[in-house]
Nanobody
Framework: QEQLVESGGGLVQPGGSLKLSCAAS????????MRWYRQAPGKQRELVAT???????DYADAVKGRFTISRDNAKNTEYLQMNSLKPEDTAVYYC????????????????WGQGTQVTVSS
């Protein structure tokens, strides 16, 4: 019954900002890494940003200095703040979380959000 629910996508002009949210729910014991991916038309899905349970972050070169990943462990939520958006950022964005549930404490599973469209266009 675990799931990730995304929100915050939409249409913005170049240079604008957008903040995505991804809330995990279910019988969660802990969450390890949380990530954001994106997939543009005709392209492979790419990893955009990662944040560990301890708050260590990593970013794809294409978004460094413009995007910020964060998390709120009390809310089981991850965020992606996107600034200085470019048309090439247009894609479906997917959140991802490595989750350990109380239904099975012995291993983790990756869960995915439903995807949210981000369109950057004038």
């Amino acid at each position: 019954q675990e799931q990730l629910v995304e929100s915050g996508g939409g249409l913005v002009q170049p240079g604008g900002s957008l903040k995505l949210s991804c809330a995990a729910s279910g019988n969660i014991f802990s969450i390890n890494d949380m990530r954001w991916y994106r997939q543009a038309p005709g392209k492979q899905r790419e990893l955009v940003a990662t944040i560990t349970s301890g708050g260590i972050t990593d970013y794809a070169d294409a978004v460094k200095g413009r995007f910020t990943i964060s998390r709120d462990n009390a809310k089981n939520t991850e965020y992606l703040q996107m600034n200085s958006l470019k048309p090439e950022d247009t894609a479906v964005y997917y959140c991802n979380a490595e989750v350990r549930t109380r239904t099975n404490l012995l291993w983790t599973n990756d869960y995915w959000g439903q995807g949210t469209q981000v369109t950057v266009s004038s």
